[in-house]
């Protein structure tokens, strides 16, 4: 899980969005419409990120449609450490990070 993560984070176009939502949804779950308003972001950008982070297991969903919840999966839970490490490795070589 850990090189998924620095893959996701920081190896990628969009990690830092991605970040943005994994700490989001450490707090509590959100759906993509709130999501978008929290970080405004557009909505197909949020949607593309989720996606994303739900094919590798660190999100997962409940409901349907619009108002479809994301919530961290228990393995992604787990590894919220990892994450941090991470997160704050990036922040230490640059300016990128917002709203902490």
């Known amino acids: 899980m850990k090189q998924v993560l620095w893959w996701l984070i920081a190896g990628s176009k969009g990690g830092i969005n991605r970040a943005r939502i994994i700490q989001a949804l450490h707090e ?57 490490e991470i997160w704050n490795q990036i922040d230490a070589k640059s300016d990128i990070k917002e709203d902490r």
């Open 28 to 84: 509590r779950p959100y759906n993509a419409n709130q999501l978008t308003l929290k970080f405004s972001i557009d909505y197909k950008t949020v949607r593309h990120h989720l996606d994303v982070l739900k094919k590798h297991q660190v999100v997962r969903t409940m409901g349907e449609g619009y108002g479809t919840m994301y919530f961290l999966t228990e393995q992604m839970s787990a590894r919220y450490e990892d994450f941090m």
